[in-house]
């Protein structure tokens, strides 16, 4: 909203300084500034209210060390990330922008899920929360929305190179040329970006034509099977990495922090052409989204570093792997995720290894085995006699060094 009012005032007053509002990297620092000013001011207020609606978290006995401290622990701290996000976002950013408007849907929308389930495991003292079935209902609705905006769209576009050849003879005719005349027309397209390789582009509908070239109009349907599958691996990865004090809130930071320089280079069009990349028009704006969000996690971390004085619950940690999932699809990363995303796959793949290895020794030897002494993976380093700030510590490390290797892969092909 303020972004309308100061681009009126420029424009009918010129008044001085109405005009930085105008640049991307003004407005991100201040949606960043807010956000954190938010969360850390305000989340000490919301803690307070949770404490006063007795809204503790129940501990489950793992045999785990400092665990039996953590009871009565506030939860459903993500209400402070929601809030610190979507109030920054709401004054600062183009709210016509597509890819704005999709993100808040995805934080209303996976915040709702959160809280729901929340809400049945203290208020309705069940356990095991909402269902995992309407859940993945849920989680797959998202991806149907997230999918089809993305292809149909008038607004989702790219803007392809010129061939090689083209681009050589226009700095022949004028080697002054600017690089926006590198670039074709926008156009829709169901393309993505594949890491480590030179021709780094993919089409979905390459899936399908090869069966027939009749069949390139349907690879939206592919899209949106993609952005389904990856809105629910990547939300119930930070889900299950929530389980230690800081450990999904910091880890989640860095990997938005990276996706926030994919997004700013990928919405800009000189730079785009210098990392020989592919350019999204207007998908800059969702800088503003990410500064202020990464500006809300570092303030939730404020709260929630050990000893945790607030925990996130499913309102936050879903929210957050729907966020990081949208984002990586809008900037075409989506295949980096396993990367970038390292500790949330390594988090789910133990659950995964752990479970399906327990079902198969105890049908096959009548004894469930193990392969770590407990999953998700930082419950094992936990079992193994790790305290737990220096798992989140080292894990964070993991997570910085997965972030250069992402980043890295803008040049490596």
């Not at 396993?338 to 290894?353: D, H, R, T, Y």
């Amino acid at each position: 909203m303020l972004y309308y009012l100061f681009d009126y005032l420029e424009k009918q007053f010129q008044i001085p300084g109405a005009s930085l509002f105008g640049f991307i990297t003004f407005r991100a620092a201040a949606a960043m500034i807010l956000s954190l000013l938010i969360s850390t001011i305000y989340g000490k207020r919301i803690i307070r209210f949770l404490q006063r609606q007795q809204v503790g978290e129940t501990i489950r006995d793992l045999g785990l060390e400092g665990q039996q401290e953590k009871a009565g622990t506030p939860t459903m701290g993500g209400v402070i990330i929601i809030l610190a996000t979507l109030i920054p976002v709401l004054l600062l950013s183009k709210l016509s922008n597509v890819y704005i408007i999709l993100l808040i849907i995805t934080t209303l929308w996976m915040g709702v899920i959160g809280f729901i389930d929340d809400y049945i495991k203290k208020f309705k003292k069940d356990k095991e929360g909402l269902k995992g079935r309407f859940k993945v209902l849920g989680q797959v609705g998202l991806g149907i929305i997230v999918g089809a905006t993305l292809y149909f769209n008038p607004n989702v576009t790219i803007k392809e190179k010129l061939p090689i050849e083209v681009r050589q003879q226009m700095l022949v005719d004028d080697p002054r040329v600017s690089p926006t005349k590198f670039f074709e027309e926008e156009e829709k397209s169901t393309k993505t970006t594949i890491p480590f390789v030179k021709g780094n582009e993919f089409d979905y509908a390459d899936i399908i034509t090869w069966i027939s070239p009749n069949l390139k109009d349907y690879g939206w349907v592919i899209f949106i099977i993609i952005s389904i599958i990856l809105v629910t691996a990547v939300s119930n990865g930070a889900n299950l990495t929530d389980g230690i004090d800081g450990l999904a809130a910091g880890t989640s930071a860095i990997i938005v922090l990276t996706l926030g320089i994919f997004a700013w280079v990928s919405g800009n069009i000189i730079f785009s052409d210098y990392l020989n990349i592919m350019y999204i028009p207007r998908v800059e704006e969702i800088t503003i989204y990410i500064a202020a969000f990464v500006g809300a996690l570092i303030g939730f971390l404020w709260y929630n570093t050990y000893p945790a004085q607030v925990f996130m619950g499913d309102t936050g940690s879903l929210t957050i792997g729907g966020i990081i999932a949208v984002i990586a699809i809008a900037v075409r990363k989506e295949w980096l995720i396993p990367v970038l995303c390292g500790i949330f796959l390594a988090e789910n793949v133990s659950v995964i290894m752990q479970v399906g290895w327990f079902k198969y020794t105890k049908k096959k030897y009548g004894e469930g085995r193990r392969i770590f002494l407990m999953s998700p993976l930082h419950h094992h380093y936990q079992k193994k006699g790790y305290h737990e700030s220096k798992i989140v510590t080292r894990f964070w490390i993991v997570g910085i060094l997965l972030a250069i290797l992402s980043i890295v892969t803008l040049k490596i092909r």
